[in-house]
C-alpha cells in the first residue's frame, strides 16, 4: 500500500468512496494530496463505476485503488476501513473539497486533547457551475456554513471508530447519522472545530440524494439506535 509518508503512529488513513464520480474525483483527491499534514495514505473504493473513475484514480501512484460490484455507500466505506493501515481515519466524498489545513487542524486538536475521541468542522456548501439559479435558490442561505456533524468533517482516533463498529450495509441513505447516534450512546467524546475545513459540492446528480433522504430510512436508523439503547441497558454494568 503506497503512504505519502511512513510514520505509522500518526498515520491518516483517508478513505474516498465513489460512483461515477470523474467529474469532480480529481479535485477531491487534490485537496487530499495538498494537504499541510503529509503522513497520510489515500484509499480510493470505486462502488462499481461505469465511467472514467478508475482512470482518474489510477493515474495518481499515491493512491490506493480498489474497486468492488456495486453494493451501495456503506459498504464502499467499509471497505476503505478494513483497507486502512493507520490510527486515525478521515472520509471524503468524491464529489467534496478539503480545506488545505484540514487534517493538520484537527490532529493539532487531538495531540492537544489525548481524552477526545474525535474532531469535527463547519462545512460550507456550494454549488457546482452547471447548476441553474432556480435549482442553487433550493439551498437557504441559514444552510450555507454550517457546523459539520458529518463524515467528510470527521477525524477519528482508529479504536474509537470500531467501538462504533462500521456502517450500517442496510442504509443506503443516513449511514453516518446512525453510526454516530450508536456512537454517541457509546459515549464518544468529540469537539467541533469553529474553521470551515470541508466545502460541499451540491450538482445535479447529488442534489435529489441529499434532499430526499426517505422517511423509512430515517426511521430504520431510529429505531436500530433504540434498540442499541435498550441493548445496552441489558448488559451488565452499563447505565441508562
Not at 467499509?78 to 478521515?90: E, K, S
Not at 460541499?200 to 430510512?217: D, K, L, Q, V, Y
Request: glycine share 6%; proline share 4%; hydrophobic share 40%.
Amino acid at each position: 500500500m503506497t503512504r505519502t509518508h511512513k510514520d505509522p503512529v500518526n498515520l491518516v488513513s483517508v478513505i474516498i468512496p465513489v460512483f461515477n464520480g470523474e467529474k469532480y474525483l480529481e479535485e477531491a483527491i487534490a485537496s487530499v494530496t495538498k494537504q499541510s499534514y503529509r503522513s497520510l495514505e489515500i484509499i480510493i473504493v470505486d462502488d462499481g463505476s461505469t465511467d472514467g473513475s478508475a482512470d482518474i484514480a489510477r493515474r495518481h501512484n499515491n493512491v490506493t485503488y480498489c474497486f468492488q460490484k456495486n453494493a451501495g455507500p456503506s459498504s464502499a466505506l467499509n471497505r476503505g476501513v478494513d483497507l486502512a493501515g493507520g490510527d486515525f481515519f478521515a472520509f471524503l466524498d468524491a464529489d467534496d473539497i478539503w480545506s488545505a489545513n484540514k487534517l493538520a487542524s484537527q490532529m493539532e486538536c487531538l495531540a492537544r486533547n489525548p481524552s477526545l475521541d474525535v474532531v469535527f468542522a463547519h462545512v460550507e456548501q456550494f454549488c457546482s457551475p452547471e447548476l441553474q439559479a432556480w435549482e442553487t435558490s433550493r439551498i437557504p442561505d441559514a444552510l450555507k456554513i454550517v457546523p459539520g456533524y458529518c463524515a467528510g468533517t470527521m477525524l477519528i482516533r482508529r479504536l474509537s471508530f470500531y467501538r462504533a463498529g462500521h456502517f450500517d450495509r442496510r442504509l443506503q441513505v443516513g449511514q453516518f447519522l446512525a453510526w454516530y447516534m450508536k456512537a454517541n450512546d457509546d459515549g464518544l467524546r468529540g469537539r467541533m472545530l469553529p474553521e470551515i475545513l470541508l466545502k460541499r459540492r451540491w450538482h445535479t446528480t447529488n442534489m435529489g440524494i441529499r434532499e430526499r433522504a426517505s422517511r423509512s430510512e430515517y426511521a430504520r436508523i431510529l429505531k436500530a439506535s433504540l434498540d442499541h439503547r435498550r441493548q445496552r441497558l441489558r448488559l451488565p454494568g452499563t447505565k441508562g
